[in-house]
């Protein structure tokens, strides 16, 4: 799961995709794992999925956290 950190390379993309809720909710509800641990939506050729979960799933994961840290302070008047 370090594709998840706070530091990574995702999170450029997911600061971008975080004011878009309509985009990272999609990406969620498309991206998911199979029964094998593979994405679902990330197959190439052959048939075989990213391990799950992919990069576009730990990049709107990040994204919905930054949405909702940033819901709370306009919430909480920070």
Do not use: F, K, Q
């Given at each position: ?14 600061e ?5 809720p309509?985009?990272w909710?999609?990406?969620l509800?498309?991206h998911?794992?199979?029964?094998l641990?593979r ?7 052959s ?11 730990q ?13 709370g302070q ?5």
């Open positions: 799961m370090a594709a998840h950190d706070a530091g990574g390379d995702n999170l450029p993309m997911a971008m995709m975080a004011g878009m309509e985009v909710r999609r990406l509800a498309a998911v794992a199979d029964r641990g994405c679902t939506t990330c197959r190439n050729s048939g075989s999925g990213e391990r799950w979960p992919c990069s576009l799933h990049i709107a994961v990040d994204a919905r956290r930054l949405y909702e840290l940033r819901l306009s919430v909480g008047g920070e």
